[in-house]
């Protein structure tokens, strides 16, 4: 009797032990991911701040292409 309490506190102790790897493995998934997270919605934030720039440029070429043409047909 003694015997099987032991085997069963041995199996219980060893399945705890998985169980905190386990979860010591997950969090440090879950840190890489965030990470991954931060770096990406970092460059989206660049790569959105260049286009807004870039449409900007369009729009102020295109309203003086406006304006160069009006006064063309006027000549």
Do not use: F, H
């Not at 399945?15 to 386990?22: C, E, S």
């Not at 460059?43 to 807004?52: A, D």
């Amino acid at each position: 009797m003694a015997n099987s309490l032991n085997r069963l506190i041995l199996e219980v102790q060893q399945l705890i032990t998985v169980q905190n790897d386990a979860n010591e493995q997950l969090e440090v998934y879950s840190q890489v991911l965030e990470e991954k997270v931060r770096e990406r919605t970092r460059e989206l934030n660049e790569k959105n701040l260049s286009l807004k720039l870039a449409l900007e440029e369009l729009r102020c070429t295109q309203a003086q292409l406006g304006e160069t043409e009006e006064n063309s047909d006027k000549s």
